[in-house]
């Protein structure tokens, strides 16, 4: 069973561990859009990377209503997809894309998880593995390709193909609550758990 935690801040995660799947009374809001269906799977989108994408913070991208001001907590978001990084697979050239070399170490970029089978990523030497090899996993070593959007997130971030609000920190403490905790509580009694996620980033144009 799970627990809710007393506070939950928007790039300050909460750090008790929990498990994967909430029970079906636990409260798990998801994130609604005109022409965006909720459902227990991966969402999909029409909007294409290059013409951009309305993008909502996680705790905006609750009620996505575009007809207030919201605070300027939404934008448009450019990502290219996770794929893209993973085909340019020369390590030892920094893609023309890649802000940062693909052998860059995952960990401890990326915060070490308490579930050694999906959020724990070393090779059999015991040197984390790197954020290209992360990308190539598959989805028994990455449940929900989490680590995967998060990575293509992280990227975009970087390469500024994001809002300003959508930021690399935001990406990184995200991706650490989940790896802490199973889920990223976006507000207080709202989780968000790894496929969650992986909509959030596919329909706000983060990871695509």
Same mark, same amino acid.
């Given at each position: 069973m799970?627990?809710?935690?007393?506070?939950?801040?928007?790039?300050?995660?909460?750090?008790?561990?929990?498990?994967?799947?909430p029970p079906?009374?636990?409260?798990?809001?998801r994130?609604?859009g005109?022409g965006?269906?909720?459902?227990?799977t991966?969402?999909?989108?029409?909007?294409?990377?290059a013409l951009?994408?309305?993008?909502?913070?996680?705790?905006? =991208?609750?009620?996505?209503? /575009?007809? +207030?001001?919201q605070?300027?907590?939404?934008?448009?978001? !450019? @990502?290219v997809?996770?794929?893209?990084?993973?085909?340019?697979?020369?390590?030892?050239?920094p893609s023309?894309?890649w802000?940062?070399?693909?052998?860059t170490?995952?960990?401890p970029?990326?915060?070490v998880?308490?579930?050694?089978s999906?959020t724990?990523?070393?090779?059999?030497?015991?040197?984390?593995?790197t954020?290209?090899?992360?990308?190539s996993l598959?989805?028994?070593q990455?449940?929900?390709k989490?680590?995967f959007h998060?990575?293509?997130?992280?990227l975009?971030?970087?390469n500024?193909?994001?809002? =300003?609000h959508?930021?690399? /920190?935001l +990406?990184?403490?995200?991706?650490?609550?989940y790896?802490? !905790? @199973?889920y990223?509580?976006?507000?207080?009694?709202?989780?968000?758990y790894?496929?969650?996620i992986?909509?959030?980033?596919?329909?706000?144009?983060?990871?695509?």
């Open positions: 799970n627990t809710t935690p007393s506070k939950a801040q928007e790039e300050a995660p909460v750090t008790t561990t929990q498990a994967e799947s079906p009374a636990k409260k798990r809001r994130f609604l005109a965006v269906a909720a459902t227990s991966i969402f999909t989108i029409a909007s294409q990377p951009g994408a309305t993008c909502f913070t996680p705790s905006r =991208s609750l009620s996505r209503n /575009t007809s +207030i001001s605070n300027g907590e939404y934008g448009q978001c !450019n @990502g997809s996770p794929g893209n990084y993973k085909s340019q697979t020369n390590p030892a050239r023309y894309n802000p940062i070399a693909p052998t170490p995952f960990h970029l990326f915060a998880g308490t579930d050694a999906k724990r990523f070393y090779n059999s030497n015991g040197t984390s593995m954020m290209l090899e992360v990308l598959n989805g028994t990455d449940p929900s989490v680590a998060i990575i293509g997130a992280y975009n971030a970087l500024g193909y994001l809002d =300003s959508i930021t690399a /920190t +990406i990184q403490n995200i991706w650490k609550s790896a802490l !905790n @199973g990223y509580e976006v507000v207080p009694g709202t989780q968000w790894g496929s969650d992986v909509a959030y980033l596919q329909a706000n144009g983060i990871a695509p």
